[in-house]
Structure formats: C-alpha cells, structure tokens
C-alpha cells in the first residue's frame, strides 16, 4: 500500500483565498483524522471520521474550517477565506479502529503558508 | 480528560550514549499508549505501542519503552543513540478513537 497520501504537499496563497487540502486513507482503514501543527500549539486534531461520518470536530478552529469525506478513500480539508494564523502543517492520518488496535499512520502533510 | 506531558522541550545525547526520553499521561481508563517520530519535512512514523501484556515494548529502529501504571508514565528508551536518530518525539494517549499529543522533544545528537 502507498501508505496516506497528501495533496499538495506545498501550497502558498494569499490572505482570503480559499484553500483545499486533500487526503486519500489507507485502503480498508476506517478511521480519519486531520491535525495542524504549529511550534506554538503542537500537534492538534481537527477533526475525525469513523466510516465516514464526521465524529468530532470539536477542534475544528472557526466556521472557516470545514472538512468533508464523501467516500471511504477521499476526504478534503478546506479553508475559506484562509488567513496568515492559519500557516502550519496540516497532517490527514487513517487508522483501522478495530477496539484492539488504533494505531494512526500520518501522511506526509501539506505545509500551507497564508501570505 | 486525557493529556499527555513531555517534560524535556529538547535533549542533547552523544552519539553511542544511552537516551531515555520522558513521558507522563492522565487517563481515565487503561490507556493505549504510543510514540512516534517525526524526521524534518516528514510525516510521524510510529516507534512502538502498547495497548496490554508485558510492560517492556520493543520497536523498531532498536527503541524500547516501559509501561508503568504506578508512575503513568511510557518512558522511550534506546542504549545508543545513533546521528540518525536525531528527530523530535511524540508520546501518545488514547481509546478506542482519537490520540492526545504531547507537544513533543527534540532530539540533537552531537558527535
């Protein structure tokens, strides 16, 4: 498997543009996350899917922020309008929650800068 | 509610010395407990994991960490560091669903 996959990996925008991260999970996991991380707050969850359904989005920071997972091998991250606090790493990770074993595999991450 | 506290913000550990890297958690329950590291530009990679059994975990990449109920803590542990070690580490809490962070420490292995 090719693991989590991230797209962009990079992505520069200008302040009030809109902004779409995007993740594809591991085949078969059922299970999705979104984190940001920054040097001041850590690694932070956003959101999290379980089959799809979006479970907990108390992380999610402001209306800007919205996240979606229309099938069980795609999911998107969007923010509009994007502002210069928003600049972090933006990590998906997928997991396979069984109640025996949730361990998360990260993707790559999209390092977003908001000009 | 679940936290997890990296006491040490950054370590500095001679190549071939011993490492053993902090981590304290709160959890209501018998936790899941992880660590994983994170190289510059990548994505965390998981080290080891503990959900049940014998205490004393082993992972990959020669690392090893302990479970102690009485302490709450999951100490990361290698008996020598090698330069490609070098990377910040993350502890992990969790369920059945989500993962609390620490906010991790930086590994800097000096010659």
């Known amino acids: 498997d090719a693991g989590v996959i991230q797209s962009p990996r990079h992505e520069v925008t200008e302040m009030g543009q809109e902004v779409t991260l995007r993740c594809k999970p591991i085949s078969g996991h059922n299970s999705l996350f979104w984190y940001r991380q920054t040097m001041m707050r850590g690694l932070e969850l956003l959101i999290y899917f379980n089959n799809n359904v979006p479970i907990d989005d108390s992380g999610m920071p402001e209306d800007r922020f919205s996240a979606k997972m229309p099938n069980a091998s795609f999911s998107t991250l969007k923010i509009q309008p994007s502002e210069p606090r928003d600049s972090a790493v933006y990590f998906c990770a997928s997991s396979f929650s069984s109640g025996t074993d949730n361990e998360q595999f990260f993707g790559p991450g999209t390092r977003l800068t908001v000009l | 509610a679940q936290s997890v506290t990296q006491p040490d913000i950054h370590i500095t550990v001679s190549e071939g010395a011993s490492l053993e890297l902090r981590c304290n958690y709160s959890y209501g329950a018998t936790p899941y407990l992880f660590w994983y590291v994170q190289s510059p530009g990548q994505g965390l990679q998981l080290l080891l994991k503990y959900f049940s059994g014998d205490t004393l975990v082993q992972g990959i990449k020669g690392f090893e960490a302990e479970f102690k109920r009485s302490q709450s803590s999951f100490n990361l542990r290698k008996p020598s560091v090698h330069w490609s070690d070098a990377a910040e580490y993350f502890c992990?809490?969790?369920?059945?669903?989500?993962?609390?962070f620490g906010k991790g420490t930086m590994l800097l292995v000096s010659p």
């Open positions: 992990a809490v969790g369920g059945y669903s989500t993962l609390t």
